[in-house]
């Protein structure tokens, strides 16, 4: 049956600041991580991905960050607009398994006050 | 990026009747294509894995006689969530991934937009 409702940790920002959401993932073994941003009612939408031979990718107004040393990954939105409330769910996965199955963070939420 | 689209977006439907969910991937052909549900706040769980021409991986605590799971082809598969009662009510997601377009492929999963199922 339907689970107990869990509060996801939110973050809130100004508009036109900068957003930094974290995630701790827990495969050593990982080595491509991808962001997801899902809005209300939607699915998941590919936002950046980073392999692990990397410690820093940019997108347009989006960075994601690497520490493999502590097994944790950033998001950094800069400029952030009304648009980018949503909640954001970092995902792992070992490509060398073939199976290209993800293992997803519990999920942030990010609201953003205009 | 790719685009998987879901049909149908919602649906109502009474206890005791099956429903079929279809997942297609658009302008590209997937190897694998994966089912999930999501509860309110709560992140996507995996159902099953399903690799075209095969038979699904479930996880572990999926039924796989009440979610049926078809993937006919590179770039259709079904979930037909059978016999639908109330606890059955969710968000169901699938993705697609092992992307081939034009000999390149790709390890992202990129998802589909959803049904809402809704069980009376």
């Known amino acids: 049956g339907e689970s107990v409702g869990l509060h996801l940790p939110t973050l809130s920002v100004q508009e036109g600041d900068n957003s930094i959401i974290n995630c701790a993932y827990s495969?050593?073994?990982?080595?491509?991580f991808i962001w997801y941003k899902q809005e209300s009612g939607k699915g998941p939408q590919f936002i950046i991905d980073i392999r692990s031979n990397m410690d820093k990718r940019q997108g347009q107004r989006v960075t994601v960050l690497l520490n493999k040393t502590v097994k944790h990954l950033s998001l950094q939105i800069a400029a952030t607009q009304p648009g980018d409330s949503a909640v954001y769910f970092c995902?792992?996965?070992?490509?060398?398994?073939?199976?290209?199955?993800?293992?997803f963070g519990k999920g942030t939420k990010l609201s953003v006050i205009p | 990026g790719a685009v998987v689209s879901q049909h149908p977006s919602w649906v109502i439907c009474k206890s005791g009747t099956s429903v079929k969910i279809e997942c297609r991937s658009l302008?590209?052909?997937?190897?694998?294509m994966f089912w999930y549900r999501q509860f309110p706040k709560q992140s996507l769980m995996l159902m099953a894995t399903?690799?075209?021409?095969?038979?699904?991986?479930?996880e572990q605590g999926v039924e796989k006689d009440k979610f049926l799971i078809n993937h006919a082809s590179l770039t259709l598969s079904t979930l037909t969530v059978t016999s639908a009662h109330p606890e059955d009510s969710s968000f169901y997601i699938c993705s697609a991934g092992g992307l081939t377009s034009g000999g390149a492929s790709t390890d992202t999963q990129y998802f589909g937009p959803g049904t809402r199922l809704t069980v009376l």
């Open positions: 302008d590209f052909q997937a190897t694998t």
């Open positions: 995902a792992e996965t070992y490509s060398g398994a073939g199976s290209y199955q993800l293992t």
């Open positions: 495969n050593s073994a990982s080595d491509y």
């Open positions: 399903s690799n075209e021409g095969s038979k699904a991986t479930y």
